[in-house]
Structures are given as structure tokens and as C-alpha cells.
């Protein structure tokens, strides 16, 4: 493995994005299997990995795609999914994104609030089709994790209240131009424990329980993604004991589960590599500078989030270290207090866990070109995305009008 990595670093330079394909179709297929016994469709949340490739994988194992935007519904579509397995999700949705989410035909849309909800009507009836939706409900279940990443609280903008999602049912199936065939509930990312999933998986049940009295016919039970994975110490949630939870809150409902996972399907899967630059030591505080940084990886930054770093290939004695990047801000670090042996130039840093919302998450910050990104299939790599030049990056202010200038 470790010669192997240099070997890709000598192919492909740093900063660098890798990601084991064999391991993330393992993972697909566990939480697959997971659901055996029930009608399931698992959707991945192209947000995580975004790559064409990496979606195109996920399509071939017949993988669904939720999609937030109109270029991820792109994508997914470009990458051989399926419309019929494709979801629409998102807060906010724009108009032209509504129309064209509905002329691709896609399975179906997730509404957020009644005022899209009615304009998601208003469209459908301008284009004479019928929109089939599902309404995300905030079930307000704390999901104790992040709560930059918690979502199904009643202070989180995310989903209706179970009152106002029931209203929004008995409006949609008197519609001409909506058929509300789902139910969706994403309670937070990174969860490590199940019960708030449960809790939440029946409520949401219920909900379909009384809609059924009212004849309103929920067919598939989305119950949104969030399935943790280890950074570093946690303990995760049992896939048999999620998938018999759900089993249970659903009983004696006709639904098809879906389930929308990113993180749990390729964090584990990828690693960011980068090289040496120098260290440094400032008034005793140790720094290794790398040629990795927050645009690339921001989510130490972002949410002080841990990823466990690893030097390849070096021994010698350990001393506390922070891995920084070349970025001007103080927040740009990849870990604190890492134990690292003494480095030199060139030597290579592998940050581990770094296949969900690491390059999807890349910015070009500092004017910094977004790193390459490889995939490993059966003992081979393969280029899935070009490291982006300078002229990539200024592409689109080059040809732009320049009249502006006074002489
Ligand atoms: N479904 C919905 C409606 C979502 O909002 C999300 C994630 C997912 C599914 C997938 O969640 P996952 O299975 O990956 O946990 N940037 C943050 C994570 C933000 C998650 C946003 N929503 C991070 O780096 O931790």
C-alpha cells in the first residue's frame, strides 16, 4: 500500500484525492443487503461525491441518486442513473431547476414548505403533467450529532411540521398536477447513534398511518441518509439493527424504504493525500506545512472535524504537530496536534476519511487549482478527474467584457 501511494504520487502529484472503488461497492452491497426482506432503493447523496465516475459506479450496482440542484440531477443523469431512481431534494429550489427536474421525468421531487409545494403545482400545471412529490417532515428529533450537520429540529430550516405536512397531503391529493407518493425525513449527518432514527422512523410512520385513513396512499418512506462512519474512535450504527428498526416503524405498510446515503457509502473509501513542504516551529509550536489545504479539504476548518493523518513511510521519534496549509488564514489546517516523526521536503501525508464532502466541498481559494482525483478498481488506478491548470480556474473571466476599464 505504501509504495503503491508513492507510486501514485509520482504518477499523479499531490494534492491528490484517491478512492477505493472495491470498498465503496462493499459498502453499497452491505447496506443493500441490509433491507433484504423489504421493497428498498437506495438512493446516493451525490453531495458527498459528486464525481461523474464515482456516481456512474454506484449507478452500475443500481444505486438512485438525491440530488440537491439541477447539475447534480445533471450529473446523475450523465452518469447513467436511471430518472425513475433519481430524487429531488433541497430547501430551495429554483423555478427553471423545478421545470427541468420535471421534464426529465424524474421519480420523484422532495417539498420543503407549502409555498414550493405551490409552486411546484404552478409549474406542473404550465407544463400538463402531473408532479409526483414526497414531503420532507420535521419530525424534531434530536439527532445528537453536529449541529452544523443536525437537521430535524424544530429550530433547523430543514422540512414541515407533521401538522403543516399533513395539511400540504390533503392539498397535493386534491391536485390536479401533484401526486404525493412519498415521505421523507433526513434527521442530521454523521450519526452515530440509532434511536433518534427510530424515534423519527416512527413518527414519520404514523404520519403515513393517518394519511392512509384519509386515503392518501404513501408508497415510498424515505428515511434521508446520515449513517455515521469512523473518523476516529466512534462506534456506529448497527446496518441490522437500522434496518429492523425501520422494518418495525413501518410494519404493516406497503412502502418501499429508501435511504440516502452519502458519507456511509465512500467516506471511508478515500483519502486526500499531499507532500511536505517544510516544517517550522514557532515559539515551540510545531507546524508541518503541506501543499494540501482548506480549499481542498475544508471540513477541519469548517467544523473542526477529525480526520486521522499519516506520514508514509517515515519513522523516527513522534513530537505533537499541527499540518497546515499555505492558505492565509488561520483556520487553514488539515489537524492539530498530530503525531508526526520528523519530516522533509516531498514527504507524503495521507488524510484518511476523506472520500464524502472532501473534493465536493473544494473551492479555488487563494487561486489554488483543485487537485486531481484517482479511483482504484481491482489493483489498477484510474484518472477520474484532471487536476484543474490556471486556465481552468480563470476560464471564465477571460473572455469577458473589459470596456469597464477607463484610460
Ligand atoms: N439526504 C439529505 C436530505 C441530506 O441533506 C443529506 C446530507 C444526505 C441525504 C446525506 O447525508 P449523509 O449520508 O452523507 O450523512 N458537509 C457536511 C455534511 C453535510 C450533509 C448535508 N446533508 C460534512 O462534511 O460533514
Redesign the pocket.
Known amino acids: 500500500m505504501k509504495d503503491s501511494i508513492k507510486e501514485l504520487v509520482k504518477k499523479y502529484d499531490t494534492p491528490l484525492y484517491v478512492y477505493d472503488f472495491d470498498l465503496i461497492e462493499k459498502r453499497y452491497n452491505e447496506l443493500k443487503s441490509s433491507f433484504e426482506g423489504m421493497k428498498s432503493l437506495i438512493s446516493f447523496?451525490v453531495?458527498?461525491n459528486s464525481n461523474l465516475s464515482v456516481i456512474r459506479h454506484l449507478g452500475n450496482m443500481d444505486a438512485g441518486a438525491?440530488c440537491?440542484s439541477i447539475g447534480e440531477i445533471k450529473r446523475a443523469l450523465k452518469a447513467g442513473i436511471k430518472p425513475y431512481r433519481i430524487i429531488f431534494?433541497?430547501v430551495g429550489k429554483r423555478d427553471d431547476e423545478i421545470k427541468e427536474a420535471l421534464l426529465s421525468n424524474i421519480f420523484m421531487i422532495?417539498l420543503e414548505s407549502i409555498a414550493e409545494m405551490k409552486r411546484v403545482e404552478m409549474i406542473a400545471k404550465e407544463l400538463d403533467i402531473e408532479a409526483r412529490i414526497s414531503i420532507?417532515v420535521n419530525p424534531n428529533v434530536d439527532p445528537k450529532t453536529?449541529p452544523?450537520?443536525s437537521?430535524g429540529l424544530q429550530e433547523n430550516k430543514?422540512g414541515v411540521s407533521i401538522d403543516s405536512a399533513k395539511w400540504m397531503y390533503i392539498y397535493a391529493k386534491k391536485s390536479a398536477h401533484l401526486n404525493p407518493i412519498g415521505i421523507?425525513f433526513?434527521i442530521?449527518?454523521?450519526?452515530t447513534q440509532l434511536s433518534p432514527i427510530i424515534e423519527a422512523s416512527n413518527i414519520v410512520a404514523d404520519l403515513v398511518r393517518s394519511l392512509r385513513a384519509l386515503d392518501i396512499d404513501i408508497r415510498f418512506f424515505d428515511v434521508?441518509?446520515?449513517?455515521?462512519v469512523v473518523y476516529n474512535d466512534e462506534s456506529t450504527i448497527s446496518l441490522k439493527e437500522y434496518a429492523e428498526g425501520i422494518k418495525e416503524a413501518i410494519k404493516g405498510l406497503d412502502v418501499t424504504v429508501v435511504c440516502?446515503?452519502?458519507?456511509?457509502?465512500v467516506?471511508n473509501a478515500g483519502i486526500f493525500i499531499t507532500k511536505v513542504l517544510y516544517e517550522k516551529v514557532n515559539e515551540g509550536k510545531r507546524f508541518v506545512v503541506v501543499d494540501g489545504a482548506m480549499n481542498d479539504l475544508?471540513?477541519p476548518s469548517?467544523?473542526t472535524?477529525y480526520h486521522e493523518i499519516e506520514a508514509i513511510g517515515i519513522d523516527g521519534e513522534e513530537s505533537l504537530a499541527d499540518v497546515v496549509g499555505p492558505i492565509c488564514e488561520s483556520g487553514d489546517f488539515l489537524g492539530k496536534d498530530v503525531s508526526l516523526p520528523a519530516l522533509s521536503h516531498d514527504d507524503i501525508i495521507i488524510i484518511h476519511t476523506a472520500g464524502?464532502?472532501?473534493f465536493?466541498?473544494a473551492s479555488n481559494y487563494n487561486t489554488r487549482n483543485r487537485s486531481a482525483e484517482v479511483a482504484l478498481s481491482a489493483g489498477k488506478d484510474y484518472l477520474i478527474r484532471q487536476r484543474e491548470s490556471f486556465d481552468d480556474v480563470i476560464r471564465l473571466e477571460e473572455s469577458c467584457d473589459s470596456s469597464w476599464q477607463r484610460r
Open positions: 447523496a453531495k458527498s438525491d440537491v431534494s433541497g422532495n420532507r453536529h452544523y450537520i437537521t430543514f421523507h433526513h442530521g449527518s454523521q450519526l434521508g441518509g446520515g449513517l455515521g440516502e446515503p452519502g458519507r456511509y457509502l467516506a475544508i471540513r469548517l467544523y472535524a464524502a464532502y472532501g465536493t466541498m
